[in-house]
Structure formats: structure tokens, C-alpha cells
């Protein structure tokens, strides 16, 4: 089992390289917390790539705001005259519930489920 290493995180993940915006403190937290939660013996080789996806989703809602944003998926949005809405049938995971809050979320999510470690990760 390979250990966390912050620049191979922001190598994979540059949208996460502002120090400002995401501290380093902060992505190692959520490392810490993704090692916890991703199994090494379900994800094997793809362990890291587990708590890649799982720091990126956490970092996500951070950067929304300073409570996380969790204001859920937009299915209409309405400005003025002009409205727009989405379908997101299509793109949530089944059963993901917090992790659809972000497209990191619904990759761990789905690798969670292809993996098969159900409940032993949530």
C-alpha cells in the first residue's frame, strides 16, 4: 500500500494546486480521512486513485462556500425570462446520495460499486 503524497495529488488533480483556496492542510486531512474510508484490500492497485477522487470531492464542496454549498443537484435554474433545467437522471449514481453532489463523488461512487466493497466504504 503506497502512501499519500501531496504533489502526486496535485499532479493528477491541478485544479486543486491554489493553496489559497484548497491549503495543503486541508488535503491532507481529507487523504487521512479518504485512507479510512477506501479499502486497500477492495481497491488494490487503484487504492490511490480511490482517495484521489474521495479528496477532490470533499475539496469540491469546500471550495463552494464556507458551510460546503450542499445545495444538491440543479435540475432548473431560472434568471429573468431565461430558465434552463437538466435531467440528471442520467448522470447521478444510483444509491450515491452525497457523493452525486460532485462528478469526483459519482467516479469514487461508482468505483466503490466495481469494486464491490458496498457498505464497508460509506
Same mark, same amino acid.
Given at each position: 500500500m503506497e502512501d499519500f503524497v501531496y504533489a502526486d495529488f496535485i499532479a493528477? +488533480? !491541478? &485544479? +486543486?494546486?491554489d493553496t489559497t483556496? %484548497? !491549503?495543503?492542510?486541508s488535503? &491532507? +486531512?481529507w487523504a487521512a480521512l479518504g485512507a &479510512?474510508?477506501?479499502?486497500f484490500c477492495a481497491w488494490g492497485d487503484s487504492y490511490m486513485a480511490g482517495i484521489y477522487l474521495f479528496i477532490a470531492?470533499?475539496?469540491t464542496l469546500e471550495g463552494r462556500g464556507a458551510n460546503g454549498g450542499n445545495t444538491g443537484l440543479v435540475a432548473n435554474k431560472a434568471v429573468g425570462s431565461a430558465?434552463? *433545467?437538466y435531467d440528471t437522471s442520467n448522470t447521478a449514481e444510483a444509491g450515491a446520495g452525497y457523493y452525486n453532489l460532485t462528478? +469526483? *463523488?459519482q467516479r %469514487?461512487?461508482?468505483?466503490?460499486r466495481l469494486f464491490g466493497a458496498g457498505a464497508v466504504q460509506v
Open positions: 493528477a +488533480f !491541478p &485544479q +486543486f494546486a483556496k %484548497y !491549503p495543503e492542510s488535503v &491532507q +486531512f &479510512q474510508v477506501t479499502s470531492h470533499e475539496l430558465s434552463i *433545467g462528478v +469526483f *463523488g %469514487y461512487w461508482r468505483m466503490v
